[in-house]
């Protein structure tokens, strides 16, 4: 089984920074394409910014040159930095993975519980 667990969620002004990570579990092989994906109250939840497993990235029009997504290789572990935060930028966070297992020859999508982001004054 695996788990994504998110964190580092909260309330922050607008033009603050937060830093949300995405740390992966379980009897993983390959942490493939790894994204961020934000919903905001109301509506749908939206790709924010994806990682592949070689490293290259893809960002929503509405974040580019705002918000920076990495990943750590030896803990299995995929950051968002958020900077520059409006009020449009308030709602849940998920992280969502395409996992491969021990137990699979496929890949798998694994999503984590989500994180709170409040961007206010």
């Known amino acids: 089984q695996v788990q994504l667990v998110e964190s580092g969620g909260g309330l922050v002004q607008p033009g603050g920074s937060l830093r949300l990570s995405c740390a992966a579990s379980?009897?993983?092989?390959?942490?493939?394409?790894t994204g961020w994906y934000h919903q905001a109250p109301g509506k749908q939840r939206e790709l924010v910014a994806n990682?592949?497993?070689?490293?290259?990235?893809n960002y929503a029009d509405s974040v580019k040159g705002r918000f920076t997504i990495s990943r750590d290789y030896a803990n299995n572990t995929v950051y968002l930095q958020m900077d520059r935060l409006k009020p449009e930028d308030t709602g849940a966070y998920y992280c969502?993975?395409?996992?491969?297992?021990?137990?699979?020859?496929?890949?798998?999508?694994?999503w984590g519980q989500g994180t709170q982001v409040t961007v206010s004054s």
């Open positions: 969502g993975a395409n996992v491969r297992t021990s137990t699979s020859s496929w890949y798998d999508q694994y």
């Open positions: 379980g009897n993983i092989v390959h942490l493939g394409i």
């Open positions: 990682i592949t497993g070689g490293g290259r990235t």
